[in-house]
């Protein structure tokens, strides 16, 4: 063994891209929630991962975007907290996107910093050899990138390639998190995370981007209230779905309740999973209008 060394290398890109793919693919483990909605990822999120000598600190952001809410103004101060604190970007592009006024805007500002920053084009499953070759050479003047990797994390394509490089580049010494170390996120805020997920991809348009999820009780076995029917072994969660109005309220429920029952039963089966032991699963839908912009509100939602 070498002298061990690490990295903290951020991934950063525009809404849907698929960064949070990417770190969940990287760290072979799911830890960021996913979906076809824009703005999934509200915070950071910080995956550790180890591969001989060397330790990788990644940490996805939310897609880069023009705030129209406090929220929004959050979730981009959490990508500056992230660029200033990288060593490494990785610059993930949708390469079946245009290259438009976002992409324009970002590499200014990288060409400013002047960090090193790969170029990763993802979905590469869905383009042809010769379309992709056309968009490395689109890409490629935006910015004097380090390296330019085409990637598909859906399918974990060419990221083996792309660890090797990251290897090579990780030049801080020593290791800052130690072995068991994968995540700062605690099980409640993955939980949270989870379960708007499944919010996300079960509805459509505005709904998704004024949800947010509060978990009020959680109760482990032992404790007062655990109730007396489940798994002696399991948790009770309950949480609240909070949207910004009562038409959300009511999509959300659906008629007789199936969609709000559709996503109770899918979230649960999530949980199960992530904490590997029963869960009891409860879920009530809030009408909080203008949570988005009330801070006491974000603070209490960790955003
Ligand atoms: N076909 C294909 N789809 C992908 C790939 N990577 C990600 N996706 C899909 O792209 C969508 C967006 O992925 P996310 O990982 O949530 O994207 P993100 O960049 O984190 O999104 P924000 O949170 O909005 O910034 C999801 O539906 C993914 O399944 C890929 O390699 N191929």
Redesign the pocket.
Known sequence: MGERRHATVAII??????????LNALLGQKL??????????RTRVLGVAGRGDVQLAFL?T??IHLPKHALNERMMAHVEQALEEADLLLW?V?ANEYLGVGEHALAKRLRRMGRPTYLLL?????LSKSRLLEKVATYKDLLPFKEVVP?????G?NLDPLWALLERDAAKPGWPYDEETFTDQTERSLATEFIREKVLRKTREEVPHGVAVLIERWIEPGQEDYPEDMDPEGVFIAAQILVDRDGHRKILLGSGGLMIKDIRQSAQRELKKLLQRPVRLELFVKVDEGWRDRPDRLDRLSI
Do not use: E, Y
Request: charged share 15%; net charge neutral; proline share 8%.
């Open positions: 890109g525009l809404p849907n891209a698929g960064k949070s793919t990417l960021a929630a996913t979906s076809q909605t824009p703005q999934t990822t996805d939310p897609g993930v949708d993802n979905k590469i499953d869905l990637i598909g994390a859906k399918m394509l």
